[in-house]
């Protein structure tokens, strides 16, 4: 049985401006932990090696890949957020969205008061609600 489940998101190059943003946004989010690659590392002197950071209580873990890849993130993996209200969810979608796309704009669909999916200027995909 695993003793933690925990998401994990890879850039390459971005993960503190990423970091930055989340936390600046999500009022009770907080870096946890971060350390970077050095002149001798693997990865690019600076970047990210290994991060967490957590946002309402759920850790992420993250850092900056060293190789870059042929792929990046993908809406099919979300980040899906259940707001306490109308200002936090117009707050969340302004800041996640600037310099971001908006897949779904903010609206009721039915399922939700209202509801938005963005992603993020980093390609984070976020699913914010106000159930």
């Known amino acids: ?30 870096l946890v932990t971060l350390t970077r690659f050095g002149a001798d590392g693997t990865g690019v002197e600076g970047t990210v090696q290994q991060a967490t950071f957590s946002i309402a209580g759920q850790v ?21 957020v259940d707001v306490a209200s109308a200002e936090e969810l117009d707050r969340l979608f302004a800041g996640l969205s600037d310099g971001g796309g908006v897949l779904m704009p903010l609206d009721d ?5 209202r509801f938005g999916w963005v992603n993020d200027r980093f390609g984070v995909s976020w699913q914010l609600n106000l159930p």
């Open 60 to 80: 992420f873990r993250c850092f900056d890949s060293p190789p870059v890849h042929a792929f990046g993130f993908t809406p099919s993996f979300s980040i899906f």
């Open 1 to 30: 049985m695993p003793e933690q489940v925990t998401p994990f998101l890879m850039f390459t190059g971005d993960a503190e401006r990423a970091i930055e943003l989340y936390t600046s946004l999500f009022d009770d989010a907080q």
């Open 109 to 113: 669909y039915g399922f939700s008061r």
